[in-house]
Structure formats: C-alpha cells, structure tokens
C-alpha cells in the first residue's frame, strides 16, 4: 500500500525530554518478547489528559507514561461508539468488515464471530496468559463472552454501564446489569464507586501472579469510565476543582499508577509494553458530566475529529523513546499486527485491516506510516469521512452536535440538533479543528480520494451509497 498518510511532516516524532535510546552495541536485534499491557477507557476525550491540556484535575501517572513513553497526537479509533470501537482494536478490522456496528445492548443476539482472531488468541499462540477486566461489549451470550475468545480470566460488565434500569432518559426499561466473573454472573446492578479501583486490583493481582510465576502476560484493564453514569470511590469523590468528571479521571489516573507500580514491584517494568487509549471522543450531550476534545470538533457519535480522534500512550523502556511525540496518524485497527509482530506470531488466518506500525511507536528515522488512507463508517456500515495523509474528506451525511444548544448538568443529557454536511475536505495540517471547507480549491485532491472511497466501498461496503462490500463477513449469532 502507499504511504500517502506520511505526508504531515518531515519530523514526525520528537523527543521532548531528549532522552534517546542507549546505543549498546551489545544489545541483541530481537529483544526478548513484551508483557502487554492495554489500558482503555470508556468516552474518555483527547483533551482529557493534563498532558494534552485538562484542567480542573491532574494527571500525573498519565503524564509519567507520557514522559517515559510515546505520545500520539492523531491517534484514531475506527468508528466513534461503543462496540465497534473495541471490535477494531481487538482485532484488527475495520467494524463492518466483521458485522459490527454500534453498541451492542441486552437484547443484542449477535457478537464476535468465533473465527476472528482476538488480540487475546494472538498472545495466547505465542505462550502467554491473558485476563480481561472490566467493560466487554462484544456481546453478552457465552459464545461471545472474553472466555470464549482467547482470555484465561475474565471479571467486568459485558456492555455499558448505563445499560441498566437507573438509566435517566432510557427510551426503554434495561434490564438489571450484570457484573461477571468468567461466564457466570456474581452480581447485579453493582455499586459503580467500586468499578475503577476493583478492576484495577484484579489487574494488579494478575500481573503479580503470572510475574512471580516466570510467565508472559496479556492484561485487558477495560474502564467503564468516563461512560456515564460517572462514579468514583470515596477517596476520590470531591477532590478535584472539576466536579464529579475530575473525580473520576483522577481514580482512572490512579488506577494506572497502581498497574506501572505492580510492574515496578515485580521487576517486569522494562519488559512490559503498556498502552493507553479510549474508545472515542467525550459524550458532549452530558455537559459537566463530559470531557474535553481539546478543541477538536464535535465528540461522541459523529466522525468529525473529536469523535474519532483520541488519546494514544505507549510505553516500553529501552525500545520506545522516552518523552516522543508521534505526529503520524495511527488507528486502533493496527494494535493487533504491531503486536502480533513483536511477539513473532501470524495476526490471524482471516484477512484484517490493521498493519505493523511499529517503525511509529519508536520513532525510527525515515518511518511512515504504512496505510494510504483510513476510513470512518458510522452507524450500521455509512462510510462518512476518511483521512489520508493531511487530508479529511467528509462524505455527504447527517450529524449530532450540540452547537446552540443547552449543555446537559449532573448527568442528565442535553439535546443533539442534526446537521448534514456536503463533501467537504479539510486540511487538518493548518486547520485540524475542521473549520474551514477547502473542498473548491482542490478539486484534483478530491478527485483522488474518491478513487480511495471507492475501492473501501467496493471491499466494506457503504449503506449509504448501496454498496455492500465484497468482503464483509458475518458476525457470530445466539445458537439456536
């Protein structure tokens, strides 16, 4: 593939604590295969780490993993909601490549088809135990439940915490929300102060045992938060000059700081890939219950920037730079082959979207990315925007803001307008806020990005131009 997305700049990655690699001419080409760790949360936005400007609230185990790690500034989740963001990055595909679109609820009877290959069944074939802990959302029936997919220990939500009878606004009654360990339910309508500080523990009580045991690690800490509705422990509540949003960022912060200090204790820090991300954009309608998109436009639910452009951390001392800062965009669908790489195993024997990025993470001389273009689709298969290299070209759709209108406040949401927009290009190198419509002045760059379109379309589809894509697959459906 051609490498179009490289083009943002001659220096793509910076130091900012000039803290190079040690050159060791001893050191050997294929260092020893990583613990991996994989931190992400729930609708939690790129400005919402003080690194990349939150205020109101601190960071600092975030901004350390910064610090000693790699910063992505266009790091991208392939479709802005739920379920089809953590499709993506536990496997590799785009959403509708795999069937699926959204978020999955109590009613959903379809999931993760059996024959995909998670991030989980990658580690499990080079050695390695797994756990998951925390939100699942690739369907809640045992036959798509973590277990089932290539993770050794399982305990969290299966879909999202506002899927349950106490929700504000539901236009239905939820059932009760079970809390679960491996494939049976322990719980109902848990007291969500527990969740993050619970769920970390676990995490912290894997990585000690497997550690002290000599084996190689996959961890899934999985946040609900900053999901509405918003929840924090009694050590937490009332601490930050945010509200309750500052509250529980700084217990998700703290959560971190409880997984680097478990890997500090049990002398696997430097042998241990940690990454941190979110699954889209901050959920705008919730007002002060909500994060921040750093300024980028629109949030949760629609492919503008602050949808689908969110925080991306990574941490490996010794291999990836300390204190970098990666301007190459990235997407979640290349987590799986950029690891799959280091561990030395096959990402699957089904065709995925994702491919190795490593070159990205370490800041290696001359690397670009790999992609000529990424994709967003929304809803159930609308192709509505993609990006390739500066470019951001916006499909003809409608949209959800909140431009106008009044914010929600103490978890109660506001009200969405819909918009539509035309096809409209931006060039996100001098205006990455996507204000202004270059779309007349650069007619040949259209030209050439439709020619990209229609080749994604004629492979994954696009419902809203009919097209259903040659190489779209099922999704798993209950048994009968």
């Not at 909601?81 to 999955?104: D, E, K, M, Q």
């Amino acid at each position: 593939m051609g490498t179009m997305l490289s083009s943002l700049c001659a220096l793509s990655c910076v130091a900012l604590t000039a803290t190079p690699l040690p050159q060791d001419p001893a050191r050997p080409q294929d260092p020893p295969r990583p613990n991996v760790v994989v931190v992400f949360c729930d609708d939690m936005g790129w400005g919402d780490l003080g690194v990349q400007g939150a205020e109101g609230y601190a960071t600092p185990n975030l901004d350390r993993l910064a610090a000693e790690g790699v910063r992505f500034s266009d790091f991208y989740v392939a479709q802005p909601v739920c379920s089809a963001s953590r499709a993506a990055l536990l496997t590799g595909c785009y959403p509708n490549r795999i069937g699926i679109h959204g978020a999955l609820g109590p009613s959903a009877k379809h999931g993760i088809h059996a024959d995909e290959t998670t991030l989980a069944e990658v580690c499990k074939a080079a050695g390695y135990s797994t756990a998951a802990y925390g939100k699942w959302h690739l369907g809640h029936h045992p036959q798509f439940l973590p277990t089932r997919h290539g993770f050794d220990d399982y305990y969290g939500i299966p879909y999202s915490n506002d899927m349950w009878p106490y929700h504000p606004e539901s236009p239905k009654a939820w059932p009760d929300l079970p809390t679960m360990e491996d494939e049976e339910v322990v719980g109902l309508n848990t007291d969500q102060r527990r969740f993050t500080t619970d769920l970390a523990s676990r995490a912290v009580d894997f990585i000690r045992r497997e550690a002290s045991a000599g084996r190689k690690f996959f961890c899934y800490l999985a946040h609900p938060m900053p999901h509405v509705p918003l929840s924090a422990s009694a050590r937490f509540r009332g601490t930050t000059e945010r509200g309750l949003f500052g509250d529980v960022i700084a217990e998700i912060d703290d959560s971190v700081g409880a997984v680097l200090d478990a890997l500090d204790r049990a002398g696997v820090a430097d042998d241990t890939l940690i990454v941190f991300s979110s699954d889209n954009g901050p959920w705008l309608s919730y007002g002060d219950h909500c994060g921040s998109t750093g300024g980028f436009r629109e949030g949760k639910g629609t492919t503008w920037e602050g949808g689908v452009r969110v925080p991306f951390l990574a941490r490996w001392p010794g291999r990836i730079p300390a204190g970098a800062v990666q301007t190459e965009p990235m997407m979640t669908i290349d987590v799986l082959p950029t690891i799959a790489s280091l561990l030395g195993v096959p990402p699957g024997e089904r065709p995925i979207d994702g491919l190795d990025c490593w070159p990205l993470w370490t800041c290696e001389e001359g690397a670009t990315n790999p992609h000529d273009a990424y994709f967003f689709y929304y809803h159930a298969g609308d192709l509505e925007a993609m990006r390739s290299g500066r470019w951001k070209l916006h499909l003809p759709h409608r949209y959800r803001t909140m431009a106008g209108q009044a914010p929600g406040s103490g978890g109660i949401p506001g009200r969405y307008v819909q918009r539509a927009t035309g096809l409209e290009l931006y060039d996100l190198l001098d205006d990455p806020h996507e204000t202004t419509d270059v779309a007349a002045a650069h007619p040949e760059v259209i030209g050439r990005l439709m020619g990209l379109v229609e080749r994604e379309r004629a492979a994954l589809g696009d419902r809203l131009s009919g097209v259903t894509g040659s190489e779209v697959r099922e999704p798993g459906r209950l048994d009968r």
